[in-house]
């Protein structure tokens, strides 16, 4: 069964340095997100990404977060310079359809961010 | 953000008994209704939707049940396997328009016993 890859499994930085994740997504899938949980709490939205372009982002996805689809193959979150507040397991989805209520999202096992 | 909230955090049920998961959710845009399932170390799987143009909705052991005026909506797991243990997670969004944003609930927990 196809499935989104992410890497690195973890990742631990030191506050203030620049962190690059990177997910595959399903080959034939169009729309793309990274979600977020930090510990004990809810998964949480961060941003949508269609046609090489973000489709929606929530209030947490600030400056310090950009996404790229930089060849056509890999989707990557970079999160400029990292506060303590940024540890969480990140996690990339991927869908076929993207604005429509039967929208599947296929999540990755996720990338936890450790920052020091 | 509490749009969406299982209250449970936790449920312990013996194997071949029902499971029921609860959820609520106070925006009434929410139009759509998914259930998705973790296992440790895994993302979370999709495991069953429904529209609210719909009050219930199943597939095989699986069945979640809507009910609009009271924001409410379950998943029933009958019977419940061993391999049903995970954390279970809610999730709403708007249809046509949130371009794959769900709302999670915190999850709950279930604990299936042999």
């Known amino acids: 069964e196809p499935e989104v890859t992410q890497t690195p499994s973890h990742q631990v930085t030191q506050m203030g340095q620049e962190v690059i994740l990177r997910c595959v997504p399903i080959s034939n899938h169009l729309y793309f997100y990274w979600y977020r949980q930090i510990l004990g709490q809810k998964v949480e939205f961060l941003v949508s990404f269609y046609n090489n372009e973000i489709s929606e982002k929530s209030e947490i996805f600030d400056d310090q977060f950009s996404v790229e689809r930089p060849d056509g193959s890999n989707f990557t979150l970079k999160i400029r310079s990292t506060k303590l507040e940024d540890s969480a397991m990140y996690f990339c989805?991927?869908?076929?359809?993207?604005?429509?209520?039967?929208?599947?999202?296929?999540f990755g096992a996720g990338s936890r961010l450790t920052v020091l | 953000d509490q749009q969406v909230k299982q209250n449970s955090p936790s449920l312990s049920v013996q194997e071949g008994r029902i499971s029921i998961l609860n959820c609520d959710y106070t925006n009434s845009m929410f139009d759509y209704f998914l259930w998705y399932k973790k296992y440790p170390a895994e993302g979370p799987t999709f495991l069953i939707s429904i529209s609210s143009i719909k009050d219930k909705n199943e597939d095989g052991r699986f069945t979640v049940f809507l009910n609009k005026s009271a924001k409410h909506l379950s998943l029933h797991i009958v019977p419940s396997q061993p391999g049903d243990s995970a954390v279970y997670f809610c999730?709403?969004?708007?249809?046509?328009?949130?371009?794959?944003?769900?709302?999670f609930g915190q999850g709950t927990i279930l604990t299936v016993h042999p």
């Open positions: 999730a709403a969004t708007v249809g046509g328009t949130s371009y794959g944003k769900l709302t």
């Open positions: 989805a991927s869908s076929v359809n993207g604005v429509s209520g039967a929208n599947v999202l296929t």
